[in-house]
């Protein structure tokens, strides 16, 4: 399985940026019952969850603090996962990650966590004016 991130850069206070995760998953190979999703680490932190979608019935799981701002998707015909970010600020300042995962351990609440097995590169997210 590769995941290639993308759509990072330079975002204005207030901006938006929308990322996008490539899911490559070689042949025979089998993904099922995941969740695709986005973390970020931003200098001097842990990393974090932000969401990630079911790849069985599309189910959203977010970080209370990440409802709202963020909007996760996917779309299956591209085999892609997107990140769609608003309202953004200096905080958000990070390398975003796109993972896959183990469905069955997903925990949403205060924070977002799950068994990652898969994880993308990284694009860096810069939030200054």
């Known amino acids: 399985v590769q995941l290639q991130a993308s759509g990072g850069g330079l975002a204005q206070p207030g901006g938006s940026l929308r990322l996008s995760c490539a899911i490559s998953v070689a042949s025979g190979f089998s993904v099922a019952s995941s969740c695709l999703g986005w973390f970020r680490q931003g200098p001097g932190k842990e990393r974090e969850g932000i969401a990630c979608i079911s790849n069985v019935d599309d189910e959203t799981y977010y970080a209370d603090s990440m409802r709202g701002r963020f909007t996760i998707s996917r779309d299956n015909t591209k085999n892609t996962v997107s990140l769609q970010m608003m309202n953004l600020n200096p905080e958000d300042t990070a390398v975003y990650y796109c993972?896959?995962?183990?469905?069955?351990?997903?925990?949403?609440?205060?924070?977002?966590?799950?068994?990652?097995?898969?994880w993308g590169q990284g694009t860096l997210v810069t939030v200054s004016s």
């Open positions: 993972a896959i995962g183990d469905l069955q351990t997903v925990e949403a609440g205060p924070t977002l966590e799950y068994d990652v097995a898969f």
